[in-house]
């Protein structure tokens, strides 16, 4: 199979120059150095030297599985998709935090199957650490108008409201090493809350119920808060249900990671994403949708 890899360094501190020159002699591939852009602008940036008929976005923190690239080949030899996704998941190697980290941002019981999951909820959206699309899109279409927040949720939709096909390669997935601690975990959370009001302002109808399920959380976990210094009878009857959803999310993370403390840590994981990105949207949807700064 003939294909060519693009490096894009956008602006930092510590290059990979030297690690991607070792390469040189196993794989066409190439390093390009630009000052900081962001990483919609910096895929831009890269689709501009790109010489294939298809383009596969990675992100930086992912592992590629070795027949990836064969798997992603075989399904669109028998499906024909101008854009496609795949789903990610945690490599044997990453930490416990990384894996509990993980679990949170694929379960059900928090994001509700939107990232890659069979069962979507609505319009597939590919994401951008794992994404392709054709020459023919990105010449018809263009690339990314966002640099950040939510910029390849955008261009998903740019593609899919241009008529071309999106869909989901199921055996196409990637290692997503995402963060390696719950603080760093936290930031990325808050920004992606912020990053789904950005989309709605670009694009209304693509604000679902289950975006709201984070703040409804967030707000919910303040209240049970108050009921438990002001009026502890109710206080009782919160307590049990939120006990009650994180006894669901221990035991499935459980049977998924065969792992107690996974497990454990995956609540903690659950807990800090529905928070974190639950305060972000909510921060961003008053400040620029109910006062419209």
């Known amino acids: 199979m003939q294909f060519e890899v693009l490096v894009i360094e956008d602006g930092s501190v510590k290059d990979a120059k030297d690690i991607v020159a070792s390469f040189e ?3 066409d591939v190439k390093y390009f150095y630009k000052e900081n852009s962001g990483q919609g602008f910096s895929r831009n940036f ?6 294939g008929d298809y383009f596969i976005i990675f992100d930086s923190d992912i592992l590629v599985p070795s027949d990836y690239l064969e798997t992603v080949k075989d399904y669109l ?7 496609f996704g795949g789903p990610d998941a945690a490599h044997e190697s990453f930490t416990p935090v990384q894996k509990a980290i993980s679990y949170a941002m694929t379960s059900p019981f928090t994001t509700g199957g939107i ?9 597939f959206h590919p994401r951008s650490f794992n994404m392709g699309l054709s020459r023919e899109v990105y010449e018809k279409v263009g690339g990314f108008i966002l640099t950040r927040l939510g910029e390849d949720i955008e261009y998903s939709i740019r593609i899919h409201e241009s008529g071309f096909k999106i869909g989901l390669i199921p055996a196409a997935k990637v290692y997503h090493k ?3 601690s719950f603080k760093q975990f936290y930031k990325q959370l808050h920004f992606f809350g912020r990053a789904r009001i950005n989309i709605y302002k670009h694009f209304p109808s693509e604000l679902k119920a289950v975006h709201f399920f984070p703040a ?3 707000l919910g976990l303040g209240f049970t808060i108050a009921c438990n210094v002001l009026y502890r009878p109710l206080a009782y009857v919160c307590n049990f249900f939120l006990l009650l959803y994180f006894l669901l999310i221990f035991f499935h993370a ?4 065969k792992s107690i403390k996974i497990a454990f840590l995956s609540v903690i994981a659950s807990f800090i994403q529905l928070t974190a990105y639950g305060l972000g949207f909510i921060q961003d949807f008053v400040k620029r949708v109910v006062f419209r700064k």
Do not use: P, Y
């Open 178 to 180: 995402r963060r390696t």
């Open 115 to 123: 990232r890659g999951n069979k069962k979507h909820i609505g319009q």
């Open 216 to 218: 409804f959380f967030t």
């Open 25 to 27: 002699n196993k794989l």
């Open 254 to 257: 459980w049977q998924v990671n």
């Open 46 to 51: 890269g689709f501009e030297r790109a010489k």
């Open 77 to 83: 030899f028998e499906h024909q998709l101008d854009a």
